[in-house]
């Protein structure tokens, strides 16, 4: 409106001739200004802070309310007996209770009291913080409490039940719940204002204002004159607020093909803050709310889009076992000591992707990687890894996949990625923002942490190789980016599968060039198992059997695809017992989490032979056996002896390690070699043997200006430079196939590489 017509608008007066009257006054006497005053305790309320939990309540002692502060006054009076909850207060500005607790207590008096803590969670639990902080000012420690936290708070701890997040609904606004689920995301601390000081312009008066939930809103007029909020002043209040965003663990029981895993936001406030890390498994306990949000909203604003998010008020880690959801009731605990009783290694064994025929001693690996052996501090602070890492290496269609997919299902907390699709960050940790907050969010082995790790088409990822370094020795991921510096643990056990370059292992050469890995990423891995597919008439029928046997849903014939006499292969062919696998998964978690074993003399007698002898046989090979693989035979020690449930381990688990290991040498060996475990005698790999031989028929060749050799000079060469293989033949044929030297007659070959061309 112009200003002209407002002025035309205006009431000018009566009019000449009396035509014209002045306006009424009303009868209502107009209220007179009142300054602003600070908010205080009510008179009447005999509970102090009354106000600064309930500021828009009167108190009225005939109330449900004042009944209930009553019952919770005498309850936590009893409590606070204790000095150490006292303290406790003092440092966080909180008391953490037991739900169980307070309903034992106040079961007689409040019967209902279950149904008002879930349904009306907010004014219970600030009745309960009014009576504690009530009981506190009685005390003569309570004044200094007050001091450095004017607003205390109750947190409940093990409330139940846990309420799924695909159940997590509209239904459940202003609900008190409990989630379980795995931190994925996590961002800054930042200050939250709780009360803001506002000052009236009119009569300078000053109060604090509080904001609910965090969102700004001005109070009411007080002498129709503006408010003016003062950020620093002396009656604001702020509290440390960080958010975190939480996954859903899904079982195999659980898992719905298809679908993303359900996330929801989490909200810490006050000494919540710092709880939570990316990739470890909690529960959060709190009050459901809603804020605006969506992409909707952000097109059409009429719309009202809302997100759930849970205001916290208790954070716990999960158990020793990685899986807070997995719980061993005590009739799990007689079937676990029956198999104990029995043989537990062949049990274990047999049970393990029992579809995939064979691979006894390729599956005993595995179990031991997913036992782990004992972590120990040490007195210098370093740490000392306690899981093992496996590489399965063959030819395609042996099953490797299905076996990598059995072991992450059957681990206490498994998480299975392909290679082909992963990337570094998506493996280790990702630094990433959030508008103008920084946000952590974790990757595959962080998420695995007191796990395992499966990743399957290992040769797939050349790129993300390096990533692996830290986490497969120091178990911990180190992150460096956008001034950020922090460490994650990785405490996982890494499972690979890879197929060699070319589709099928080439026995000429070492694991290293079939695969194309590095030594030091190799010389990680405890065991290195090489899976050939080689025709054999006998061992095709029995598995042509065993395949159709179990697609006719019947059970096949029980072969071993090793032909070996190692007694422990024997042991496990024995066994035919398959546990289900909830209880081999329970059995695996129980042994973790319960058995802490040590070495015993005679143990140690034998992984010390048994390393001094590989460290005279590989005295000569390009990658020496290195105190890992020492380490390495304790590790997997340790884990035998978890897996009976003995907390020493004795010789014969030492013996059982020592074939496990040996047979992945031979394997390594006899397959190429020189991929950094010992021989066998004093031949060497066709590999090694290929390089020693080139460089001296090099020399012969600089010396004699001749580079055409006979069959007769190539031996007298590997004679005097002390070149030993089991095959001359296949040694030639290597070294023809890769172009060093070219056949030029009868057992006549010219050497390539030589500068006399």
């Not at 809103?217 to 950020?231: A, L, N, R, Y």
């Not at 690996?365 to 120990?376: D, Q, Y």
């Not at 796990?451 to 290992?458: A, S, V």
């Not at 849903?553 to 695809?561: A, F, T």
């Amino acid at each position: 409106m112009s200003t002209t017509k407002r002025w035309n608008n205006r009431w000018r007066g009566p009019k000449r001739g009396g035509g014209g009257k002045w306006p009424r006054r009303s009868s209502v006497p107009a209220s007179p200004r009142t300054p602003c005053q600070q908010p205080q305790d009510s008179g009447d309320s005999p509970y102090h802070g009354w106000m600064e939990y309930f500021p828009d309540d009167i108190f009225n002692s005939e109330s449900p309310l004042a009944g209930r502060l009553r019952v919770f006054t005498e309850v936590f009076r009893e409590i606070l007996i204790d000095f150490a909850l006292i303290e406790q207060i003092s440092s966080k500005g909180s008391l953490t209770v037991s739900t169980d607790k307070i309903i034992d207590a106040v079961t007689e008096t409040i019967p209902d009291f279950s149904d008002q803590l879930k349904n009306t969670p907010d004014i219970t639990i600030r009745t309960m913080s009014l009576a504690v902080y009530h009981c506190l000012i009685q005390l003569e420690v309570g004044s200094q409490v007050m001091e450095n936290f004017p607003l205390l708070i109750v947190r409940l701890s093990d409330f139940s039940p846990i309420t799924p997040l695909k159940e997590l609904r509209a239904n459940l606004y202003g609900k008190f719940v409990t989630v379980h689920g795995t931190v994925v995301r996590v961002s800054d601390i930042r200050p939250l204002v709780t009360h803001l000081q506002f000052s009236c312009a009119s009569c300078s008066q000053t109060f604090a204002h509080p904001l609910k939930d965090g969102k700004y809103s001005t109070p009411g007029v007080c002498c129709g004159g503006p408010m003016t909020p003062t950020h620093a002043g002396p009656l604001t209040r702020t509290t440390d607020i960080q958010k975190v965003r939480l996954q859903e663990v899904v079982t195999e029981e659980q898992n719905e093909p298809g679908r993303i895993p359900r996330t929801v936001e989490c909200e810490l406030t006050g000494d919540l803050v710092g709880a939570c890390i990316p990739g470890e498994n909690v529960q959060i306990t709190g009050i459901v709310k809603v804020h605006q949000g969506g992409e909707e909203q952000k097109v059409r604003k009429d719309k009202c889009v809302f997100l759930l998010y849970i205001h916290a008020n208790f954070v716990g880690s999960s158990s020793a076992t990685g899986d807070s959801a997995l719980v061993i009731s005590m009739d799990d605990m007689d079937s676990i000591t029956d198999v104990a009783d029995r043989y537990p290694f062949g049990a274990l064994v047999s049970s393990l992707c029992p579809t995939i025929f064979g691979h006894s001693l390729v599956k005993a690996g595995l179990i031991l990687a997913l036992v782990g052996g004992t972590e120990r501090p040490t007195t210098s602070g370093i740490h000392k890894r306690s899981d093992s890492h496996v590489l399965v290496v063959g030819d395609p269609g042996l099953g490797k996949s299905q076996l990598l997919q059995a072991v992450s299902n059957i681990a206490p907390r498994g998480v299975y990625v392909c290679g082909n699709s992963a990337t570094s960050a998506g493996l280790t940790v990702s630094l990433s923002r959030d508008g103008s907050d920084t946000v952590l969010e974790a990757g595959a082995l962080v998420l695995a942490d007191k796990g395992c790790c499966c990743i399957d088409e290992f040769d797939k990822m050349a790129g993300q190789h390096s990533a692996l370094l830290e986490a497969m020795e120091q178990q911990s991921i180190s992150i460096a980016k956008a001034g950020m510096v922090c460490s994650l643990p990785a405490r996982t056990s890494i499972i690979a599968a890879a197929n060699p370059i070319g589709g099928h292992y080439n026995p000429r050469k070492t694991v290293s060039e079939n695969l194309k890995l590095s030594g030091p990423l190799l010389s990680r891995f405890d065991l290195i198992f090489i899976l050939l597919d080689r025709p054999d008439t006998g061992l095709d029928k029995f598995l042509s059997d065993n395949i159709l046997a179990m697609h006719a849903g019947e059970s096949g014939s029980q072969i071993d695809l090793f032909e070996s006499d190692l007694p422990l292969e024997q042991k496990l062919l024995s066994c035919k017992e398959v546990l289900e696998p909830l209880l081999l998964k329970k059995y695996l978690a129980h042994c973790r989490a319960t058995v802490h074993p040590t070495l015993s003399d005679e143990a140690r007698a034998i992984l010390k032979e048994f390393y001094l002898q590989l460290r005279a046989e590989d005295s000569n090979e390009d990658t020496p056996v290195t105190t890992r693989q020492l380490e390495s035979l304790i590790r997997l020690t340790e884990s035998r002896a978890r897996v009976g449930l003995r907390d020493v381990a004795s010789g014969a688990d030492a013996i059982d390690v020592v074939e496990i290991f040996q047979h992945c040498l031979r394997d390594v060996r006899s397959e190429g070699g020189g991929a950094g475990r010992a021989g066998e005698g004093k031949c060497m790999g066709v590999g090694k043997a290929s390089k020693l031989l080139i460089a001296a028929l090099n020399k012969h060749s600089e010396r004699t200006t001749n580079s055409i050799f006979s069959l007769p000079e190539i031996r007298e060469v590997m004679a005097r430079s002390r070149i030993e293989v089991k095959s001359f033949d296949s040694l030639l044929i290597a070294l023809n196939e890769q172009g060093f030297l070219l056949k030029k007659g009868p057992n006549l070959f010219q050497l390539q590489t030589s500068n006399c061309l």
